[in-house]
């Protein structure tokens, strides 16, 4: 075939592919197996550069099984002869198992998103349009891999360290390897004891009480007043519509300072009133703008045909709007719940009183020298993981919720 810009175009794809896999699986077989290394990126680079050539030598309807065994035999052959043996730059016998295995990650990543990258894609005269494709596919690509490694890396070694002894972490503080061979006791030790010393049986329920509350509170002044925007006719309801999210232009740490001063003279200071008193003030306006877009979507000639039945505008709300709104509401309980949950100024300022500390009041309480620093990780794991797995049980209420309220139909 004729070689032409396609060709560039692959290699250059490959070489990009061979870095970025390189970088990223190296710096997780050094955090699995707690072996430092140099990892050869510019081999790397190399062997996903040719590996990518050969793809693009290959018309898109020719390439056959026989096709991708070659493309990752070449890389094998370049990465292990390149690197005289020591593809993750160490000699194969330190750490074999997980060396054999990122190796075999790397290979077949790379030939995955080569393939993926290249589909449909000769190495011959592309057209701009192909460009294109080929150029939003890679930036697709790297997204991706740069927003997984982002979110799991920290999450990964916050885990991690949570299980860790106090001697592994002074041995080798660089160390994130799970040593199986200590018995469940000593395995989640951080965590036991943080329910059994420090008092975070009582912040998670603190933290569940607060949270609760303000999506309950939330919801009963939001959704009258979101109906009230979107269905009613008053003076001053444009300007309210659209001046609804004002409040977040004032900072969060300008209200702290005044706030304190007054509730203090209340007794407020202190207390999980005056927390419940503040979260709602400051979700109330985005529940709002959520929920009047979602209305002013639904059909107004089924609330107009209740009211026509007999129904008050009360009993609309209740039997026609809410049930047909709850993808809605369902999204924005999730999302106040979570702000609810995770929200730590106000905690931070208010609350001095251990036995009714937050959860993030109480994971801060932790940052201290005569803390062991694995305790404070599972004190962060223990306030992550609860609203991580509400958020993927409810995720797709509140994707529905939040793309419904924005096209009227």
């Not at 020591?86 to 077949?108: C, S």
Request: net charge positive.
């Amino acid at each position: 075939m004729r070689i032409g810009i396609g060709f560039l175009a692959s290699v250059v794809t490959g070489a990009i592919w061979g870095l970025v896999w390189m970088i990223v699986l190296a710096v997780g077989f050094m955090l699995v197996s707690g072996q430092i290394t140099k990892p050869p990126v510019g081999i790397a680079l190399i062997a996903g550069a040719v590996g990518a050539g050969l793809v693009g030598l290959i018309e898109p309807g020719m390439r056959r099984p026989g096709t991708h065994i070659a493309t990752v035999g070449l890389m094998i052959i370049v990465l292990g002869g390149l690197t005289a043996g020591r593809p993750l730059g160490l000699p194969l016998e330190v750490a074999p198992i997980y060396q054999l295995v990122t190796l075999g990650m790397f290979l077949a990543v790379v030939w995955a998103s080569i393939h993926i990258c290249m589909k449909g894609l000769s190495g011959g005269k592309l057209t701009r349009y192909q460009l294109e494709v080929l150029f939003i596919r890679v930036l697709k690509g790297l997204g991706f891999v740069i927003f997984t490694v982002a979110v799991a890396l920290p999450f990964y070694v916050m885990v991690m360290t949570s299980l860790k002894s106090q001697q592994s972490l002074l041995a080798n503080p660089l160390d994130f390897s799970l040593d199986l061979n200590q018995g469940f006791s000593s395995l989640f030790r951080s965590y036991i004891e943080l329910f059994t010393q420090f008092n975070f049986g009582t912040f998670l329920l603190n933290s569940a009480i607060v949270s609760v509350s303000t999506v309950v509170l939330t919801l009963l002044f939001a959704i009258p007043g979101a109906y009230a925007v979107s269905r009613l006719r008053f003076p001053g309801q444009a300007f309210l519509s659209r001046s609804i999210l004002l409040i977040y232009m004032v900072p969060a740490i300008v209200l702290v300072i005044p706030l304190y001063a007054v509730f203090s003279q209340l007794g407020l200071r202190n207390t999980l009133t005056g927390l419940l008193i503040v979260y709602p003030a400051t979700t109330i306006p985005v529940a709002l703008y959520m929920l009047q877009g979602y209305f002013r979507g639904l059909p107004a000639e089924l609330e107009e045909a209740g009211l026509m039945d007999g129904l008050t505008r009360v009993g609309v709300i209740l039997k026609i709007t809410l049930p047909l709104s709850l993808p809605a509401l369902a999204s924005v309980a999730l999302y106040v719940f979570m702000i609810a949950w995770n929200e730590f100024l106000f905690a931070f300022m208010f609350l001095d009183n251990v036995d009714i500390f937050t959860l993030s009041r109480g994971v801060v309480s932790l940052n201290s020298s005569e803390v062991p620093r694995q305790h404070l990780m599972a004190g962060a794991v223990v306030a992550t993981v609860p609203v991580l797995m509400i958020f993927l049980w409810f995720e797709r209420f509140l994707v529905s919720g939040l793309t419904a309220g924005s096209v009227k139909g």
